[in-house]
């Protein structure tokens, strides 16, 4: 005769512990979901045409936003300073065959207090800078191996920024990040205290640690869809770009979306493909005029990133 006793499926005061103290745990898991949980209201739904989507965020920050919210990268800071070129705040210096051969501020001025992410990007342009202040291709990596130490505290304290302020664009708010977070984390321990209970007590004690640890988690997994709609939003304009070639007749054909679209697909790490793809989907000038300046931009990277990566 089957004996339920033998299983390990009967009740003790263990279980009665475990279940009252997870039935608490699901009921503040629940209460947490309900406060924060809830996706914030949005100004629009996803714009079109969809490049013009988070065309106010800082290249930088939309980089680390796609990536999870993890630290930016050589791609984040190039894509930053093409920006930054685009915008008129820097400037390419050309050789007598009109070939870009270095990078140098130009007439217009940044607010530091207000463009805290690029100001601070600039300041670590002028480490590899010469003396009359040009960021010379042939030169670049030399000087940032000069200033190794200078360069390094600057492109920490960039990184910094770029952190805090892609923290700050949530629009659930910290509070919500925290609390995701924490209930995932509250989740993975339960689960883990349901094995020990399991392996220590018996398999009934386990069960409530095991279904409150799936429910706490699933309901983590939830908010992290729901509170975070800038990430969301930015991987999807990273898929649009990654799949160009399905939909050529979608790219815009003036000079500025097609740089703002260049300038997306370097900070998602897929410039070549993306230009590739612009190349083969217009005839016009301004596509071979766009998609040449990336060798430039591509040739700095490697430059100024040889001893900082």
């Known amino acids: 005769?089957?004996?339920?006793?033998?299983?390990?499926?009967?009740?003790?005061?263990?279980?009665?512990?475990?279940?009252?103290?997870?039935?608490?745990?699901?009921?503040?898991?629940?209460?947490?979901?309900?406060?924060?949980?809830?996706?914030?209201?949005?100004?629009s739904d996803w714009p079109v045409p969809a490049w013009e989507y988070l065309k106010h965020f800082n290249r930088a920050v939309m980089g680390s936003i796609s990536r999870d919210y993890k630290p930016a990268g050589a791609n984040e800071f190039i894509a930053t300073l093409m920006s930054l070129a685009e915008r008129g705040f820097l400037k390419t210096v050309q050789n007598d065959q009109q070939e870009a051969v270095g990078l140098i501020r130009a007439g217009k001025v940044l607010n530091p207090e207000l463009d805290v992410v690029d100001a601070s990007a600039m300041e670590l342009l002028t480490c590899f800078a010469e003396v009359d202040?040009?960021?010379?291709?042939?030169?670049?990596?030399?000087?940032?191996?000069?200033?190794?130490?200078?360069?390094?505290?600057?492109?920490?304290?960039?990184?910094?920024?770029?952190?805090?302020?892609?923290?700050?664009?949530?629009?659930?708010?910290?509070?919500?990040?925290?609390?995701?977070?924490?209930?995932?984390y509250v989740g993975y321990i339960l689960a883990i205290c349901a094995a020990l209970a399991a392996y220590l007590l018996t398999l009934m004690t386990s069960l409530p640690l095991l279904i409150a640890g799936g429910i706490v988690i699933t309901l983590s997994l939830v908010m992290r869809r729901t509170i975070y709609p800038e990430r969301n939003k930015t991987r999807e304009l990273a898929r649009w770009l990654d799949s160009l070639e399905t939909h050529r007749d979608d790219v815009p054909t003036d000079e500025a979306s097609l740089e703002l679209l260049l300038e997306y697909a370097v900070v998602f790490g897929i410039g070549d493909k993306t230009a590739t793809a612009l190349a083969e989907s217009q005839t016009v000038d301004s596509v071979d005029a766009v998609v040449g300046k990336l060798d430039f931009w591509k040739k700095l990277k490697k430059e100024l990133y040889t001893t900082n990566e």
């Open 1 to 43: 005769m089957f004996n339920v006793m033998s299983t390990g499926f009967y009740w003790t005061t263990a279980t009665t512990i475990a279940t009252v103290a997870c039935l608490v745990v699901i009921l503040v898991a629940a209460l947490l979901f309900w406060r924060y949980g809830k996706a914030p209201a949005q100004e």
């Open 133 to 184: 202040g040009v960021v010379y291709l042939s030169s670049a990596k030399q000087i940032g191996e000069e200033r190794k130490d200078a360069v390094t505290n600057s492109y920490k304290a960039w990184k910094n920024l770029v952190n805090n302020e892609a923290a700050r664009s949530v629009s659930a708010g910290k509070q919500a990040m925290q609390t995701q977070k924490a209930l995932l």
